[in-house]
């Protein structure tokens, strides 16, 4: 039965702590607290009520094999991360590419589609590039507004490239198949990033100012381009190394030798191996266990609220309401769909991707497959769109991650100049994502081959 009372106001709640700064995982458990008290009765057995729920759901949460995934994968990107693996990748790949217009821009896209495979993070990337490739950028004379914009934008591809956070915490919110939604945002990822690589270029041969073509700040610097060089031995070592952790863990997780837990933990293995190969110290291998459980201990708090939230507004019978408000309004579902992005959209204005997909994915998910989208499509359309929302201002958390990595270096750079040249990058992904919309075998391809039903 529908409450609409209760449910509207646990809505409202939450939305209100939200604005006001309370953070995302108290905001959902408060509100969740409060609706069961009401739905229950409001009495002294209410209070039970939601000491019950709360313990089930946090056990539940908590013992699920799956949810080791997070750390794990993100522990292995810290690794190699350490190892100074990225950069000599990004420095061989600069080397390799001597010849085209734009190079460094272009092999930032590439860093960061290859750093994908190892982050699962976008925010690492953003801030590892920022570090790694802005300065490089700059020093050959390269637009400043520019040169961050393609750090931005591509360090979207760390969300869309396997093993990305958003496709465990997809999977684990509609319990459909890691494994799927990995193989799924592989074409996908190739096809963002060629269309980046593709806007570089013409950018490049357009308006070569941007890239330093001319420049005073250009000339100087070709003299010095080999002062940072990178030896092939350590490209090789290095390329070698990511490579072998991709092969290994995302190759395991879909020919069946790992589940994806165990792909994590293989993977963290390979990228401590690597991180010792490369120099890392046990001060190094200690400050990244505490940045993971830094960051992975919210993601799983949030996971345990937003399951909390979910049998809330079960409860009240909230869900079946915005299912049925939806289908029974007869518009087509192309129309559906897009509301569902623009909500997207203006959610990643304010908050994070992780706390987006919490509050929408187990209400989105059902509507769209009633509405005839493939469930693994429409994961990754949805990844899209969220993620597309982080260069969104006026709280885009990706340029924000990108300000305060050079803040050091570069503080004069505004952050409004950053989402301006961010906005090519965002648009690209918007026609990516209406690609796939069209032809959702560019998603489906690779799961259908991988995971055939024996």
């Known amino acids: ?141 390269y637009h400043r507004g520019f040169a961050l914009g393609t750090v931005a934008g591509s360090s979207c591809l760390g969300m869309l490239i396997p093993p990305s956070v958003l496709m465990i915490v997809w999977g684990i919110l509609t319990e459909q198949s890691i494994g799927q939604i990995f193989a799924a945002g592989i074409l996908p990822g190739f096809l963002l990033t060629v269309m980046f690589v593709a806007y570089v270029l013409a950018m490049a041969l357009l308006k070569p100012e941007l890239v330093g073509a001319g420049s005073e700040r250009a000339e100087t610097a070709v003299g010095l381009e080999d002062v940072e060089e990178v030896s092939t031995l350590q490209f090789l070592v290095s390329l070698f190394g990511i490579l072998a952790v991709i092969v290994v863990v995302l190759g395991g997780i879909w020919f069946g030798v790992f589940t994806p837990t165990e792909g994590a933990g293989a993977g963290a293995f390979i990228g401590l191996v690597l991180a010792i190969a490369k120099g890392m110290r046990l001060p190094d291998f200690i400050d990244s266990i505490l940045s993971v459980g830094r960051t992975s201990a919210p993601i799983l708090l949030l996971l345990i609220t937003a399951a909390l939230y979910s049998r809330t507004l079960a409860m009240t019978g909230m869900t079946n309401a915005i299912e049925g408000v939806f289908l029974g309004t007869g518009m087509p579902p192309w129309v559906i769909l897009t509301v569902m992005v623009l909500i997207w959209f203006a959610l990643g204005m304010i908050i994070d991707s992780i706390s987006i997909m919490l509050l929408t994915a187990a209400i989105f998910a059902p509507i769209a497959v009633k509405l005839g989208y493939e469930p693994i499509a429409f994961a990754i359309i949805a990844i899209i769109a969220i993620e597309a929302g982080l260069l969104t201002p006026p709280f885009g958390l990706l340029v924000y991650t990108v300000k305060s990595a050079i803040q050091n270096f570069d503080s004069e750079i505004s952050v409004m100049t950053i989402f301006r040249s961010s906005i090519p990058y965002w648009i690209i992904m918007l026609i990516g994502m209406t690609v796939i919309i069209r032809f959702p075998e560019i998603a489906t391809y690779l799961p259908d081959l991988l995971f055939q039903p024996t």
């Open 1 to 141: 039965m529908f409450d609409a009372n209760v449910a509207v106001l646990l809505v409202v709640c939450l939305v209100a702590l939200v604005a006001v700064g309370v953070h995302i995982a108290i905001a959902l458990g408060m509100t969740s607290a409060l609706g069961i008290f009401m739905v229950t009765g409001a009495d002294s057995y209410a209070f039970h009520s939601v000491q019950t729920m709360l313990a089930a759901t946090a056990y539940e949460a908590i013992r699920a094999y799956v949810f080791a995934v997070i750390p794990l994968f993100m522990l292995m990107g810290e690794f190699i991360g350490k190892s100074g693996t990225v950069t000599d990748v990004y420095r061989g790949i600069n080397r390799l590419l001597h010849r085209l217009p734009g190079r460094l821009a272009i092999a930032t896209v590439l860093g960061n589609a290859l750093f994908s495979f190892v982050t699962g993070v976008s925010i690492a990337s953003a801030a590892a590039f920022s570090r790694i490739a802005y300065p490089e950028m700059k020093r050959f004379g």
